[in-house]
């Protein structure tokens, strides 16, 4: 058995690991809190520019194809894998890096795939194996829509150019505080818009429909990666909630548990002195 003082010593670390722990896990619910509602607003909008662009496209003839739609060859792929900055967020970043891997190793392994890292932790990982054509880690100092929609111009520049042939975004979908998904998200080229054509007579468009959705595209391509990073934003907040709550608790009961040996001990300790006493006097008596 350990003696006292190294019992000591480990109480205290224990017990100060539990405040770090138990300051990180508040600091995480107040900053999910913000992300959380700025996730919530946002979706409603996003999903509503994607209704309406998909019933518009449906509209189009087959020849007035998007240059943003442009099928062709795939030799080329770029997947942008969003993770956080920092760790200690559960399998939040390993999942990312885990599936970003899956589509190297096994979907594009007969492709010529890049990696645009947004989150050190997937610039980390990719780096090494020579990779990452790019990072944007300092997203996350200012998450804004203009600073994600440079990005995404930046993205439908290199599609346009023919850099790449497909273009995937790898992030995770914010649930609740315990709950994230996994996601893969086709970005270029668009996904081809299903839905039957509504001829309602009761609508004009000025300008013309084509021109419209040539406008809504480079908007909806911007606020879908936007999206996705603020769902990241928000599950790495409730992923780092989760994992400090659950350490907080391990570190409670380890705690408990090493006072309970430390009392132990010390009555064994108390009781040995007292014997020892005891078998002292009888000696002198006798």
Do not use: W
């Not at 996003?46 to 007035?64: G, I, M, N, R, V």
């Not at 795939?74 to 970003?100: D, E, W, Y």
């Not at 190297?104 to 392994?109: D, K, P």
Request: hydrophobic share 40%; with cysteine.
């Amino acid at each position: 058995m350990a003696n006292l003082k190294e019992i000591r010593n480990r109480i205290a670390s224990v017990s100060s690991t539990m405040q770090i722990t138990s300051a990180m896990k508040m600091v995480s619910a107040a900053k999910l809190k913000k992300a959380q509602d700025a996730i919530t607003a946002m979706r409603p909008y996003s999903d509503k520019l994607t209704e309406l662009l998909q019933s518009l496209s449906a509209t189009l003839d087959e020849d007035s194809g998007s240059k943003y739609a442009e099928q062709r060859e795939v030799n080329n792929v770029l997947i942008v894998s969003i993770t956080s900055n920092r760790g200690l967020c559960g399998a939040f970043n390993s999942n990312i890096i885990k599936q970003t891997q899956h589509l190297i190793s096994n979907v594009y392994s007969d492709k010529k795939v890049s990696v645009l890292a947004i989150g050190k932790k997937a610039n980390d990982a990719f780096s090494k194996k020579g990779l990452v054509i790019g990072n944007q880690s300092t997203i996350f100092d200012d998450l804004t829509f203009n600073s994600v929609a440079d990005i995404a111009e930046m993205l439908m520049g290199k599609f346009i150019k023919g850099e790449f042939d497909k273009i995937e975004v790898v992030y995770n979908k914010f649930k609740n505080a315990a709950t994230q998904e996994v996601m893969t998200e086709q970005f270029l080229p668009i996904v081809p818009m299903e839905g039957e054509a509504d001829n309602n007579s009761d609508y004009i468009f000025e300008p013309s429909k084509l021109e419209i959705v040539e406008q809504l595209i480079p908007k909806s391509l911007k606020t879908q990666l936007y999206k996705g990073i603020r769902d990241s934003f928000a599950s790495e907040h409730g992923a780092r909630m989760t994992a400090m709550h659950k350490a907080t608790d391990n570190a409670t009961e380890l705690r408990d548990q090493l006072k309970l040996t430390y009392n132990k001990a010390r009555q064994a300790s108390i009781t040995n002195e007292i014997l020892e006493i005891v078998g002292g006097a009888e000696a002198l008596n006798n």
